[in-house]
């Protein structure tokens, strides 16, 4: 409906443009033949305005919808490259461009009043200092997160005082246990995803290896399940860094952009982002930080599956993936006994408990009584 409105409000534009154009053509052709010039409505005369606006309404009437698919298409280019266009960035570009805008008029003006040139120059040194504006705000924008809060949907509409941005990583997503996370509903705000993190998950689940393309599936799998069934906010970070090339200094930037936490296994870039003050959430510290707590002289029960490093050892492990080295546990492999905690070790890789079997334990207190 709104393309034939269109199309008739160009046909009567055509027909007025035809119109004009045979008026003024009129004292031409009336030099050549008999025809009073002018405005005269005479029947030669509205003959050829006739004619004019039949020969341009038809012209406009077949351009029309021409114009309207060219303008079509440059409007969805524009949406498409305004849409990875940060709100921030928006902003803050038409913040300056007003600012830079007003102090060019203001030292233009007794430029414009030289005469001759003032009225070329004058222009010139205010686009100048417009472009110079602009791309100083957009060079110190990590300077203006404040703006993030303006133009976040759960601030504006009253949501949760103090929300922080959660900024997950690669290895985070490809994990997965961030979905068992979110479920349990100790992390609260907002998760927020990167373009970049999205391109990276694509390329590793399109490669040729077939352990990186399955860890790749899963990270997308991972994403669609928090988007779809946890009831946390997920934000997709159309914005990209294109002056850094490596995707953890872009998470980075990003965490400095919009004032966020980073979700990561990443130990480098745990201890990066330690460096310049950027609060982390290291899922791995998390499952270690609520693994149980056993102390010396505490009994459990231990399924033996292996031989340890050293010699008559045996490896167990609990529930929870900790490894327990079993002290003279070699003879044991295959078996599920109980055994006592001799000491806990905390490492960077996790926790790591030794023990001996309780039996070998109670014989030895008895030959010694």
């Avoid at 921030?88 to 001759?116: E, F």
């Avoid at 985070?172 to 993190?197: P, W």
């Avoid at 490894?323 to 996790?350: K, P, W």
Wanted: hydrophobic letters at 45%; glycine letters at 8%.
């Amino acid at each position: 409906m709104l393309r034939k409105i269109i199309r008739i409000i160009g046909t009567l534009v055509g027909g007025v443009v035809g119109a004009y154009v045979f008026n003024s053509l009129l004292p031409v052709v009336s030099r050549f033949a008999d025809i009073p010039a002018g405005l005269d409505f005479t029947p030669v005369n509205i003959g050829y305005y006739a004619i004019g606006i039949i020969l341009f309404g038809l012209i406009f009437y077949l351009l029309t919808p021409v114009v309207i698919n060219i303008f079509n298409r440059i409007l969805a280019w524009a949406e498409s490259k305004l849409r990875t266009v940060p709100t921030q960035d928006i902003a803050l570009v038409v913040i300056s461009l007003i600012i830079t805008l007003l102090i060019g008029l203001l030292l233009s003006y007794p430029i414009y009043r030289i005469p001759v040139v003032g009225v070329f120059i004058s222009p010139v040194i205010t686009l100048l200092l417009v472009f110079i504006g602009v791309r100083f705000v957009l060079n110190r924008k990590e300077e203006f997160t404040f703006l993030s809060n303006l133009f976040n949907r759960n601030a504006r509409s009253g949501g949760r005082e103090n929300e922080v941005f959660k900024i997950l990583d690669t290895s985070a997503i490809i994990d997965g246990r961030i979905v068992d996370i979110c479920k349990t509903g100790f992390l609260e705000g907002v998760l927020v995803v990167s373009g970049f993190v999205l391109e990276e998950l694509r390329h590793i689940a399109d490669s040729p290896d077939l352990l990186k393309r399955n860890r790749g599936r899963r990270g997308l799998d991972v994403l669609n399940k928090i988007q779809k069934e946890m009831d946390i906010p997920v934000q997709i970070y159309e914005g990209d860094f294109e002056d850094i090339p490596e995707v953890d200094s872009k998470l980075v930037r990003l965490a400095k952009t919009i004032n966020g936490k980073i979700v990561t296994n990443d130990f480098n870039l745990n201890k990066v982002c330690e460096l310049q003050g950027i609060s982390v959430l290291n899922i791995n510290e998390l499952a270690n930080a609520v693994k149980p707590v056993v102390l010396p002289g505490e009994e459990m029960v231990a399924q033996i599956i292996k031989d340890g490093k050293e010699a008559g050892q045996g490896v167990a492990y609990l529930d929870d993936g900790t490894m327990v080295v079993v002290e003279g546990g070699r003879r044991y492999i295959g078996e599920t006994i109980e055994v006592l905690v001799t000491s806990v070790l905390q490492t960077a890789a996790g926790r790591m408990i030794f023990a001996k079997p309780k039996q070998d334990a109670d014989r030895y207190s008895s030959g010694v009584k």
